[in-house]
């Protein structure tokens, strides 16, 4: 079953602007990761923020996460054509004794030059 | 550093025939392995996992088997392929204590 929801399903913004998406999940967790795919590719790992972590910065990625809402934001400043690429969030549940991932189904982001 | 190698990159196959994937990663040893599949348009459902060699745990019963024969070497294969097994296959590693996946390219698999 899906663990994580992202939210909005797709997303198109131009060059520069930022891109916020959003992910909600139901069960405690550990960790909450997030991922980008590029068309037909595998993904590739952006950043991972602790449950006992509420911001995170990588470059030009933000990540928030709210514990008490179940929900984590993921943030892209001064977009660039090359971010367009599906977004999948990815938990693992406190319950798991080991790091079992389950990812939600994405946002798409389209940045138009 | 660490690849993840994944072939065949596509493979088209008949209901009925046997599937064999293979994937193996470098630069690293004693890794967790992972099998998903994608659906279009979709996010990732886990299929197997791995934490060691002969280890193999089955998150969805099906028509699809596991083997981690040496420490960096994952096969998923099927000795039956249905309709519904087509999709986007990859296969991920991480390090043993660590939660961050690494994934391969992927396999995109049609069964006709």
């Known amino acids: 079953s899906q663990q994580g929801e992202e939210d909005p399903q797709a997303l198109s913004i131009q060059e520069g602007e930022n891109a916020t998406m959003n992910c909600s999940y139901k069960?405690?967790?550990?960790?909450l990761q997030w991922y980008r795919q590029n068309s037909g590719r595998g993904l590739v790992h952006l950043i991972l923020i602790r449950s006992n972590e509420r911001e995170k910065h990588s470059g030009r990625l933000r990540v928030t996460l709210d514990t008490s809402k179940k929900s984590s934001s993921l943030l892209i400043t001064a977009s660039r054509a090359a971010d367009t690429a599906s977004y999948f969030c990815a938990t693992d549940a406190e319950t798991d004794s080991w790091g079992k991932l389950q990812f939600g189904a994405g946002t798409q982001v389209v940045v138009t030059p | 550093s660490q690849t993840i190698h994944q072939w065949p990159a596509t493979l088209v196959q008949p209901v009925g025939s046997p599937l064999s994937l293979e994937c193996t990663v470098e630069g690293t040893s004693n890794p967790n392995l992972y099998w998903y599949r994608q659906a279009a348009g979709r996010g990732l459902q886990l299929l197997f996992y791995s934490v060691g060699i002969g280890q193999i745990s089955s998150e969805v019963p099906q028509n699809l088997s596991a083997s981690r024969p040496q420490d960096r070497q994952f096969i998923l294969s099927s000795k039956k392929l249905l309709l519904s097994d087509s999709g986007f296959y990859l296969c991920?590693?991480?390090?043993?204590?660590?939660?961050?996946?690494?994934f391969g390219p992927g396999t995109r698999l049609t069964v006709t």
């Open positions: 069960t405690s967790i550990n960790n």
């Open positions: 991920a590693w991480s390090a043993t204590g660590y939660y961050e996946q690494y």
